[in-house]
């Protein structure tokens, strides 16, 4: 009879060991989610780009980290702005030349990454191509041109290195001098707002126009630090074999200027 009750439970005790062992699983993955999404919300978040709107700086296809505590937190820090953080937590304002990802003014589901040209109380404007802050004519070299797709047709676009006031050098591109946005009113960048530009200047929608306009600093999700991935787009998610020569190395691990 002995025998036949240890025989009995033998089934109960795997049982509860299998039954333990799901437990322990289903706690892991909660505790791997939990400090996955806590470095998400607190240190660096990943950003993938869309568009082109800051080339040659960023290419379409660039993934890069973007730091969350280099400005403070907001509610945008986190997920589904499920914080009710009402404006900042250890706020400090980005230099003028930053890159930086807030959410669009206009429609804050919409993240945004342009470059800091304005702080607040600046006064920005573009004159024939060229960037004006405080009255101030900003130094721009021509350091190259190339060849850019504009629709299905190519045209030259001139690269120049732009020094700002406070010395920060970066790289533009400019199709003419003469379009849409290379001739502005003056802006006064208000108290608590940033002034956005791309560094494709004349293919970027930013501060220059009524879609996006002053930024306001509780819209900073954080500072675009360095990229850790980057591809062409010549190789599709099935084309396996080819996308060892898709992706861009040299970009891999590049910081951001």
């Given at each position: 009879?002995?025998?036949?009750?240890?025989?009995?439970?033998?089934?109960?005790?795997?049982?509860?060991?299998?039954?333990?062992?799901?437990v322990e699983t289903i706690k892991t993955i909660f505790l791997a989610g939990l400090i996955a999404l806590t470095f998400?919300?607190?240190?660096?978040?990943?950003?993938?780009?869309?568009?082109?709107?800051?080339?040659p700086t960023l290419l379409v296809g660039d993934y890069l980290f973007v730091s969350k505590y280099s400005y403070g937190y907001t509610k945008y820090s986190f997920p589904f702005a499920a914080?009710?953080?009402?404006?900042?937590i250890a706020a400090s304002i980005p230099e003028r030349g930053d890159v930086v990802v807030f959410r669009l003014p206009s429609d804050v589901t919409i993240d945004y990454i342009k470059r800091v040209v304005g702080l607040p109380g600046d006064r920005i404007q573009v004159i024939g191509g060229i960037l004006y802050i405080n009255g101030n004519k900003v130094l721009r070299r021509q350091i190259g041109e190339k060849n850019v797709l504009n629709g299905v047709s190519e045209i030259r676009a001139v690269v120049y290195e732009e020094t700002f006031p406070n010395g920060h050098k970066h790289i533009i591109q400019e199709l003419r001098d003469d379009l849409s946005f290379d001739n502005t009113p003056e802006f006064k960048v208000p108290e608590g707002h940033l002034f956005m530009m791309g560094d494709n200047r004349d293919n970027s929608r930013d501060s220059r126009s009524r879609a996006v306009g002053f930024v306001p600093v509780r819209n900073l999700i954080g500072k675009a630090e360095f990229m850790f991935f980057s591809h062409n787009n010549t190789a599709s998610l099935f084309e396996i074999w080819k996308w060892p020569f898709a992706i861009r190395y040299s970009r891999i691990g590049k910081g951001i200027n």
């Open positions: 009879m002995a025998d036949r009750k240890q025989d009995y439970k033998l089934p109960k005790l795997a049982s509860n060991k299998k039954g333990s062992g799901i998400r919300s607190l240190v660096a978040e990943p950003f993938n780009i869309p568009s082109g709107s800051m080339i914080v009710p953080i009402k404006d900042r």
